[in-house]
Every structure is written in C-alpha cells, then in structure tokens.
C-alpha cells in the first residue's frame, strides 16, 4: 500500500489536472474568492500546510517550494508568509535547505502563543538532515528549537502541526520516521521545552505492533492527555488511535481495519466529552476508490468505541484532511480529491453523521485538490489553500488562498 502522502510534493501536483474557471462562484447565497495566487516566484509555491489567522484577521502559511529558486535542486526551499485582511502578502522567512530546514513534505499549519510567536516544522534538512522545529517572531525572527537526529532514539521527519500546553509552553508533535531503529525507525511522539534549543524528550517510539509512521496532528484532553493517529502499522496495519500521557503512558484505542473503517488515518479533534473525531485517507469501501476505498470521517469515544459517521464514495469527496468544529457543533473539513470535477470538496458533517457536500472545487485559476483542512473568522467565513492557479511552478500552478462563505 502507498501512501500518497509521502509522494514528493512536485510529483502530487504534477498529476493534478488544471481547469481554467472564474475565480469567484456563487450558489445558494455562498461565495468562494481566492484572495491570492502563489506566482512560484520569491513568494513561494504549494501552500500545502494550510492557515493560521491572528486577532487582527492577518493569515499566515508555509509554502513548500520556490522563494529562493537557486536553492533545494533550484525548486526552492519554501516560505513563512503573511496576508494581511486587505491582501497585501509578505514574506517573513525564505527557507535555505540547510539549518533552517525545509518544508518539503510539512503538511502541518503553523501555531502561535500568547505573545503573537509562531511554532511550526519544516519535514527535512537541518543539521542533522532529518528536519526541525522551528519558532518566528511576528517580524520574522527565526529560530531552529530543535534538529532532528535519528539515531540512537530521536525521531526524524516532523510534518505535521504541533500542540503547546497553554500552561506550561511546552510543545508536543510526531515524527514520521525515526526512533530507537534510526532510520528504519516508525516514528515517535515527542516533547520540547518552550525555551529549549537542543535536546527533545522521547514520549513514544512507535514499534509497527502498536502503530507506525504517525501522519497527523495531535489533539489534547481536559486533562492533558495526548490523542493521535499513526497512519500504518497495528493489528492488520492499516493504522491506530492512540492516547499518550504526558509522562509517556501510551494506549491503543482502536486498530483500524482498512475495509470498512478506513486506512492511513490523519489528524484528530477532541469534543467536550473527549471523543475523538477524525478521518482517514484511504479505506473504507474499496468499490468507489480503487483499490483501498476513499476515506471515511470516524468517531473514537475516550474508551475506544468506534462509529463510521460517513464513508465517502468519491462523487461526493474523497481523501478528507483534518477536520474543525464550528460554533453549533459540526464538523467541516476538506478532500483532497472527489466532487463534481474530482479536484475536491468543502464539506459538513454532523457528528451524528449527517453528511454535506458544501462545495466543489473547479481546478484551474479557482483551485483544486486541498491538502489541508479549514479555518474560521468570527462572522463564519473560512480560509484555505489550494493547489493550482498560475503555472510558474508546474502545469497544475503553485497554489493559491482562499475565503468561501457558506449558504446561510
């Protein structure tokens, strides 16, 4: 089984087909606008991570290619940027490829602190070759916290969003690979302190038995508990849930089962009540998506209950990304691929189950196959990125931002 995830990002947009279409639709009094387009140039290009937006409506993201083109194999090494409400872009940090790392493989958004700094991976170099994290000042102050090493029991390949305890400032995230096996490793959970400019702390080492290869963002409980997912490995090797303490302590909730609960299952979110909702990239039923199905959106209760609230069967979405919670309660997200044109969906979901395909998009000069999931102002218009748009990058374009106000 392969997981598409793990493609070099040039080759996955390389197979996206662009369709030149207006870039504002209109349906049922929703509105999708792309407030800018990547030209692949100093700004950067594959805004694959996704948004972080600021109390003052300020977006900002990662690219994963272009800004300096003489660097990384003359692709560019990507970009931390800003866009500001009226559109005006900038660019806060110009990756190297070498301390600094680069995001090549990053698929997790930024996160920030109180003081307005901003937290976040890049997937490979660094030092040691295996990627960092990193931390910016709103003006763009960078700095490497932390290189990843491999070997003896460090992780290697950090892709995915970080957590920070509010209180203590410490930061939590995954690692695709590494760990006690080095290079051949499965993959950990790790810790960083706040302030720290070096060492890590090993939470967990994935073994393959209980879990491999983690590709998702973690999640944190009231009481401070870890949840996540690793994307293979388990009892029939088509992933876990977990539950990891912050001392360590670390639990299986679920084996998934590829056929019909799903398979490589990405980020999670937690409700109130501690259940985790999520959903997975591949599995489900193998009769709409060849061979291993498109996905599903599941329910994991904090004792390891599972329900499937849909599974998706392509015309509708396929390969959903990380999901969001909304004021009343329902869960938004995005596909990757599906939908009317087959380059991805907006979607809503109750979390009794109640799916809604909200939006489809178009390809081209409007945007297509999103690898990253939403996020919401306080009237309740979303923000994204998604590939496509100008083609200074590859023929599908180097991706674009954009704003889509759901039907009232």
Known sequence: ????????????????????????????????????????????????????????????GIT???????????????????????????????????????????????ISDAAGNF???????GVHGNGVVFRMTPSGGYTVLHSFASSPIDGMGPQYTLYQDPLTGVIYGTTFGGGPRGYNGYGTVYALSKAAIGSDVILH???????????GSLAADASGNLYGTAGQGGTADCGVAFRVTKTGGYTVLHNFQCAPDGYLPGSVVLDAQGNIYGGTWEG???TACPFYGCGIIYKITPSGQETILHTF?????????????????????????????NDGVIFKITTGGTYTDVYDFTGGMN?????????????????????????GCIQSGCGMIFKFTPPH
């Open 205 to 215: 080492s994935f073994n393959f038995s209980d879990g491999a290869l983690p590709q």
């Open 64 to 110: 994963t290619t272009a800004g300096n083109r003489s660097d990384c194999n003359n692709y560019g090494c990507g970009t931390v940027y800003k866009l500001t409400p009226s559109g005006q872009f900038s660019v806060l940090h110009t990756f190297t490829g070498g301390a600094d790392g680069w995001p090549n493989a990053t698929w997790g958004s930024l």
């Open 313 to 341: 069967r392509n015309r509708e979405g396929a390969s959903p990304n990380e999901l969001m919670f909304d004021a009343q309660g329902n869960l938004w997200g995005t596909t990757a691929y599906g939908g009317a044109h």
């Open 284 to 286: 489900g039923d193998a």
């Open 1 to 60: 089984m392969i997981d598409r995830r793990t493609i070099p990002v040039v080759a996955i947009f390389a197979a996206v087909f662009a369709v030149l279409t207006p870039c504002v639709q209109t349906a049922s009094a929703q509105t999708y606008t792309v407030l800018y387009t990547f030209q692949g140039g100093t700004d950067g290009g594959f805004p694959n991570p996704g948004l972080i937006r600021d109390s003052s409506g300020n977006l900002y």
């Open 119 to 125: 937290y976040g991976v890049a997937s490979i170099r």
């Open 367 to 391: 945007g297509a196959t999103p690898y990253a999931g939403l996020i919401q102002d306080a009237e309740g218009n979303f923000y994204g990125t998604v590939g496509g748009g100008i083609m």
